[in-house]
């Protein structure tokens, strides 16, 4: 078995950001975009209790909503660190709060079977050995202060020791997301990559690591996958000419990080066609969510997960395990398949009979997965304008959402 085999077969994930900006409700960017007085933002760990964290419901709602893997940020651009670091003070362990929320995490998701992952920050604005135009100094006052070597060096120790940490102390991890790598770094290689690489694999050695320690690849090593973000792309991705593991993230609303303004969540009709969109080119789906600075999970989140798992548990089989189908989809739908099955997804109501190329004589029996109603093949007439090898089929009764299990003859 290859190390990626869970990966291919999971299809879907649930990514989490949360961290100080939850406190503040303004998204994960909110220390560099908004107007903050020095240490301010710093002072919200002073504030940050939050009691209502329950990894718990967490785990059962990704699960229940058929994610297979979980990644967490465990320090995202600001610096603040969501585990009980060696290495600095800015941590949720120096909090009000006082526990580490990424060992408790890990271990109820864990336990709940699904995979781990840990998203960390490559960048820290918080650090004086970063520096870099999309950082806030920069973004406010079109600034930028050039590092020390001794400033620079310290800053990519404190990075190897905090991946160091997460890989050695809390069991095993099977995917590190690493992020980003700016486009004004892009022909340098800021962050030492294969010194950080061959520390994560000799202490890991099944992760997965994604493709953001180098913003160019072409010209670089290999990566375990590639990250995509908040799209779909048109065909399966492709690197140096071959096939590649992929994923892309994305967000329920507008933002990452929790904010109490943003009420712009996207339907579940527009999460299933993001969903079957990635399986239906050999890709995952990472889906996020934003907790706030209590702890809760937003409400209309948790109604799209539930929404999510009521479509999993008659329509999973679509997606998990699943992949690009060897037949090209009609219009208004998307195909995945798995095997000898082909799985059309209906992105609409059918206007009436859908017609399938390239499947005529070539299909057993078509059945509806949500109620295993037979759907009718249509060969008794309207074959005039057809082509030789299309199908026509009748799903009566069918809406947006539907999936239609087709079996191919062997």
């Not at 990080?257 to 527009?270: A, R």
């Not at 080119?281 to 907790?291: A, M």
Request: proline share 5%; hydrophobic share 35%; glycine share 8%.
């Amino acid at each position: 078995m290859s190390k990626s085999d869970w990966f291919v077969d999971a299809r879907f994930g649930m990514f989490i950001h949360w961290g100080l900006y939850s406190l503040a409700g303004k998204g994960e960017w909110s220390y560099a975009r908004d107007s903050w007085k020095a240490g301010q933002y710093e002072k919200l760990m002073k504030k940050f209790n939050p009691l209502a964290f329950d990894p718990a419901l967490w785990a059962r709602l990704a699960k229940a909503a058929g994610m297979k893997y979980v990644v967490f940020t465990t320090r995202h651009h600001d610096g603040f660190c969501m585990f009980d670091s060696h290495f600095s003070d800015y941590k949720i362990t120096n909090t009000p709060f006082g526990k580490d929320v990424t060992r408790m995490l890990v271990e109820t998701f864990r336990d709940q079977g699904l995979r781990i992952g840990f998203y960390h920050s490559l960048p820290d604005w918080t650090h004086p050995g970063y520096a870099d135009k999309e950082s806030p100094e920069f973004m406010r006052h079109g600034e930028l202060h050039k590092p020390t070597d001794a400033e620079y060096q310290d800053f990519i120790n404190l990075l190897y020791h905090h991946l160091e940490q997460l890989l050695t102390e809390y069991g095993r991890i099977d995917l590190l997301f690493l992020d980003y790598t700016s486009k004004y770094k892009a022909n340098e290689d800021y962050f030492q990559r294969d010194r950080q690489l061959s520390m994560i694999y000799k202490l890991q050695p099944d992760i997965l690591v994604n493709d953001r320690l180098s913003f160019n690849k072409e010209q670089v090593r290999d990566f375990d996958y590639y990250t995509p973000e908040i799209c779909i792309p048109n065909q399966p991705q492709m690197v140096k000419g071959k096939p590649v593991l992929w994923e892309t993230c994305a967000t329920m609303n507008n933002h990452w990080g929790y904010c109490k303004g943003d009420k712009n969540f996207k339907s579940l009709e527009t999460l299933l066609c993001g969903l079957t969109g990635c399986v239906s080119r050999n890709g995952n789906l990472l889906l996020n969510v934003g907790p706030d600075g209590n702890g809760c999970i937003p409400q209309t989140s948790i109604h799209r997960l539930q929404d999510l798992a009521a479509w999993m548990k008659m329509n999973s089989e679509s997606i998990h395990g699943a992949g690009k189908a060897d037949y090209p989809p009609p219009h208004g739908t998307i195909f995945t398949q798995k095997g000898n099955d082909l799985f059309l997804h209906l992105l609409q109501a059918p206007l009436g009979d859908i017609i399938l190329p390239q499947l005529r004589d070539k299909v057993e029996k078509i059945t509806l997965l949500r109620n295993g109603a037979d759907i009718p093949m249509i060969t008794h007439w309207g074959f005039e304008l057809l082509q030789d090898n299309e199908l026509r089929i009748r799903p009566c009764g069918t809406k947006a959402g539907d999936v239609l299990k087709i079996t191919l003859k062997r």
